[in-house]
Each structure stands twice: as structure tokens, then as C-alpha cells.
């Protein structure tokens, strides 16, 4: 990769962290409107399990040693596709983009190597106005395979919850009940089971990544019918500073589906972030899965506001 006179392409370390948020504030404000990452998110990337960066990263600096770009690896569960991103200053880093794509990739294909695989999948999400960003990824041999929305609504005026259909009871999750987590975990991992892309993630594995989004236990839900395990909602504190209630996930096992279980969680979800004086209720849903859950989002009053493009590339192995 050729770099201006003076600026250097590095490995990013801790200390780094303050002029990375700096990089990445600006990225999002060109692509979503507004910072959308924070130091602690930051840190989660740079000490992620199966991500090492002094491998795996790539951090550029002008000739005053300002971050103008940053290059990413994401695979929490060290199995399955990998996730790349390329995080620049859209007004000074944007000719960056492309050629430390390259060197990431090049880096998949040695982590494919390492993992003894022929090849592995590789995907990175666009935001609408990464135009450009599309177009070099599809020179470097990315196609479009999904897009997914997200879909916010207002909690201001939100009826009271209503009572569930007959025979559906939702409850909260007991976090500190081993039995409650595992059932929990049966419930997701069962319902996402028919769903595109679906990765299955053992409970103990599963388990592991909890504290990186399990902080508001109190916003886990599980649903019975009839008193058997019906559905599970789980939510995360990713919105919060933009007085947001987030679902992270809703899964409802196959055979209680349009049975009002999902929209009954939902409904519980959106009253107690009321409760707490979040303004808004949000999450992302892939239009592609096959239950077609948009339909019941807007349903309980959720409307899109963006979209997000998923591209995807095979890499092969690097041969040693």
C-alpha cells in the first residue's frame, strides 16, 4: 500500500484507543448521522476473543500522527465467516479505504490457512450513503447478498401493554438460574435454526459472550404457552445513549409462531424501556429470514429508518 509522504500504516495498540473513537466518530457521522461507537466499544474490539492486533489490524496516521484510518477483523466465535470493516475519516482517509481492504483480506487468507480451511467467507456491511465504499468492494470481488433495516419506534406515546392471548405467559429470564440460561439458549438456538446464515454457538460458548452485551438482565424475557417454553427476547444496551430500548434478539420456537408469543414479548419489552424513560424502542431485522418478521415488528408500531447492505467474498486459503 502506497501512503502519502510521511503518513504510516501501523498495528494499533491500546493507547490508541482516543484517536481510533476519533476515526470512527467521524465514520459514523458520514454514514449514519451520528456517533454510533464509544471508547469501551473500541477496547471490546482491540481484546476481542480470535482477534489479535498486532495481526489483524491496520492503523494509519497523518504526518502529525492523527488517525485518519482503521482496519478491523470481527469473528467473536472464532468459527463461520468473518466480518472486515475499514473505518476511515471520510474527508481525509477515503483513498485509504480500498487499498487497506486489500491487506485485510490478505490477512483472512492467512487466518484461513491457520484454521486449516481451503477458504473462507468474508462480509462487510454498507451504509446508503457509502456509495463509493460499494463500488470499491465490488471491484475487489464482494457481491450484495441481503440487506438488513433497522426499525425504531416512539415510546412517548405507547398504550398500555395489553394483556397476552389466552395461555401465553411472558416472564423475566432468571440470569443467575443455570437452568434458566440453558433454556433460554435452547429457545434461540432452535428458532434461529431455520434462518439464513444461522451459525450454531454451543451454550458454553454462548455463554462466554454474555458480559459483552448482558448487562441489562432485567430485559430478558421468556415466553410460555401453557405453561411450556414458548419464545425468548433478549435485549442489549447498544442504544442507550441515544435513550434507546434495544432488541437484540426475538426468537419464538416453530411451532408457537403466529400465535401473538412474539408480539407479546415485544409488547413487554417496550413497556419496561418506557418504564425506565427510554424515548425510543429499536432493532435490526434481516429481510431475508423466512419468517418474515417485519410484518410483526410493524405490527407493534416499529417503522424503518434505515437500511444496511451486506457484501460478501470467498477468500482462499493462503497456500504455505
Not at 22 to 41: E, M, N, Q, R, S
Not at 58 to 71: F, M, N
Not at 194 to 203: I, Q, V
Request: glycine share 6%.
Amino acid at each position: 500500500m502506497t501512503l502519502p509522504a510521511g503518513w504510516t500504516a501501523r498495528r494499533p495498540t491500546l493507547d490508541d484507543v482516543p484517536a481510533i473513537l476519533k476515526v470512527v466518530h467521524a465514520a459514523d457521522l458520514f454514514a449514519v448521522g451520528y456517533p454510533d461507537f464509544d471508547a469501551a466499544d473500541v477496547r471490546s474490539v482491540l481484546t476481542a476473543p480470535f482477534f489479535d492486533p498486532t495481526r489483524d489490524s491496520w492503523l494509519v496516521t497523518d504526518p502529525d500522527g492523527v488517525a485518519v484510518a482503521w482496519s478491523i477483523l470481527d469473528n467473536p466465535t472464532g468459527v463461520g465467516r468473518e466480518f472486515v470493516d475499514v473505518l476511515v475519516d471520510p474527508d481525509r482517509g477515503a483513498d485509504l479505504r480500498a487499498p487497506l481492504l486489500a491487506r485485510v483480506l490478505d490477512r483472512v487468507a492467512e487466518r484461513a490457512a491457520e484454521r486449516g480451511l481451503p477458504a473462507l467467507t468474508v462480509r462487510c456491511g454498507v451504509f446508503a450513503p457509502e456509495v463509493r465504499w460499494a463500488a470499491e468492494l465490488v471491484e475487489a470481488g464482494f457481491i450484495r447478498v441481503k440487506r438488513y433495516v433497522r426499525m425504531t419506534r416512539s415510546l412517548t406515546d405507547l398504550p398500555a401493554e395489553p394483556a397476552p392471548p389466552a395461555g401465553v405467559a411472558i416472564r423475566s429470564l432468571r440470569p443467575d438460574d443455570e437452568a434458566d440460561l440453558r433454556l433460554f439458549h435452547r429457545i434461540f438456538d432452535t428458532a434461529f435454526r431455520d434462518t439464513p446464515d444461522y451459525e450454531p454457538l454451543g451454550f458454553a460458548a454462548w455463554r462466554e459472550q454474555l458480559p459483552s452485551y448482558g448487562k441489562v438482565w432485567d430485559e430478558w424475557f421468556v415466553a410460555e404457552v401453557d405453561g411450556e417454553p414458548a419464545g425468548a427476547l433478549q435485549s442489549s444496551d447498544q442504544a442507550v445513549e441515544h435513550d434507546m430500548g434495544w432488541v437484540r434478539t426475538l426468537s419464538v420456537l416453530p411451532a408457537y409462531r403466529r400465535r401473538g408469543v412474539g408480539a407479546a414479548l415485544l409488547r413487554r419489552a417496550f413497556a419496561v424501556y418506557a418504564g425506565r424513560g427510554r424515548a425510543k424502542a429499536g432493532l435490526g431485522v434481516d429481510l431475508a429470514n423466512p419468517t418474515v418478521p417485519v410484518t410483526l415488528y410493524r405490527s407493534v408500531g416499529l417503522r424503518e429508518v434505515r437500511w444496511t447492505d451486506m457484501y460478501e467474498r470467498t477468500v482462499t486459503a493462503t497456500v504455505v
